[in-house]
């Protein structure tokens, strides 16, 4: 079977830098990484042509050579990107993975048969409008493992131990050969952890951790938005004994205003005026999320002019720049009128164009008169 081109392996093109190659590596890593799929050998197929397709386009050598010539000028070089095992993909690509599953149950410390740190937690934050653009704390409630008291996150009943696990010796991990293939799994015996509890605590029936749920004040900072995150390092589950725990990361959702719309760090908002105001000019009062302006307005303002109020939008996240507001007046037209008022107006309408209903007929009634030469 044919290789597929390494560039539509890794949904990226042609031109695309580093950054963008290892960015979706990652992705795609992770989506058929062997621990995540096991017994998957589908999974297992894609992994190996991600890494080979990483491989060749992370080396500039190779990459220029397989821009020129293809995958048969990749062996005429004496390149064999695909015959390699798990263990060098894995060691070829140690800090991606390290970067990867760090943060979701991966190890660190100690190699691949290091202690795990914990998985990272989210939490959907549902903020105001106004509370996004000041910034506000918010308290709140997270459900997570804590070590059981009882016996000390040990899983085992007091007075007896966790044994070595016989199936890896301890090692929480087995090596299965399939092929030229080494698969590193954690083992299926004692789940990863090394040892096995043949008499469990109690309390926490030798998972040696307990559900709680905690309590933090989150510090929401000035001029968040829907899809940001704020991440609280070391708030998330236990890892595995002396691993640190996953972080936190609160994710942003802020709901709509009645009166402002935000874009990006800039601010809307619609202002009525009267057509006097229009005619004549004045001065018109505007909110903004900072308090009451006064705006300008000059004679023959039409409806629709958009004024802006410079510094008046969203302050950067992180306290650099600031937006501004744009106010859009519009002319309020009024749906009932005193008799005076009428009076004035079609006054104004006769002086200036003559086109305007009579006082007893509506302008339908006009119109039909017109048409039949009345």
């Not at 064999?80 to 760090?102: R, T, V, Y």
């Not at 789940?191 to 109690?202: A, L, Q, T």
């Not at 704020?230 to 996953?246: F, N």
């Not at 909110?287 to 023959?300: F, I, K, L, M, N």
Request: glycine letters at 14%.
């Amino acid at each position: 079977m044919s290789k597929r081109d390494y560039y539509e392996v890794l949904d990226v093109p042609k031109d695309a830098d580093a950054k963008v190659l290892k960015k979706a590596f990652r992705k795609l890593a992770m989506q058929y990484h062997p621990d995540r799929n096991p017994d998957d050998p589908e999974a297992e197929a894609k992994f190996k042509e991600v890494g080979e397709a990483y491989e060749v386009l992370s080396d500039d050598q190779k990459r220029a050579v397989y821009d020129r010539h293809g995958h048969q000028g990749l062996k005429g070089q004496g390149y064999n990107p695909g015959f390699q095992d798990m263990g060098d993909i894995f060691s070829h690509f140690g800090d991606i993975f390290g970067d990867i599953f760090g943060g979701g149950g991966g190890r660190r410390g100690g190699g691949r048969g290091g202690p795990r740190r914990g998985a990272d937690l989210e939490y959907r934050m549902v903020l105001d409008f106004m509370e996004a653009i000041h910034g506000v704390d918010k308290e709140i409630e997270v459900p997570m493992n804590n070590w059981c008291g009882t016996c000390e996150g040990s899983g085992a009943k007091a007075g007896s131990e966790p044994k070595t696990c016989s199936t890896c010796g301890g090692r929480g991990e087995v090596i299965q050969q399939q092929m030229f293939l080494r698969i590193r799994t954690a083992c299926p015996n004692c789940g990863g952890k090394g040892k096995v509890v043949s008499d469990p605590c109690g309390d926490c029936h030798g998972r040696g951790k307990k559900q709680t749920t905690e309590r933090w004040t989150v510090k929401v900072p000035a001029g968040v938005d829907t899809g940001m995150q704020i991440r609280d390092r070391g708030k998330g589950e236990l890892g595995d004994k002396e691993a640190p725990r996953g972080d936190l990361y609160v994710s942003i959702q802020v709901r709509r205003h009645e009166f402002f719309k935000r874009d990006g760090m800039d601010i809307m908002c619609q202002v009525p005026m009267s057509y006097a105001q229009a005619c004549l000019g004045g001065e018109i009062k505007v909110p903004t999320v900072y308090g009451d302006e006064s705006v300008t307005v000059p004679r023959g303002t039409p409806s629709g002019k958009v004024f802006t109020l410079a510094g008046k939008g969203v302050k950067g996240v992180h306290g650099r720049g600031q937006g501004d507001q744009h106010v859009q007046v519009v002319v309020q037209v009024p749906k009932k009128m005193t008799e005076e008022e009428e009076e004035l107006v079609r006054q104004l309408g006769q002086l200036s164009d003559g086109q305007v209903a009579d006082k007893e007929k509506p302008l339908w009634e006009r119109w039909m008169d017109k048409l039949h030469g009345n």
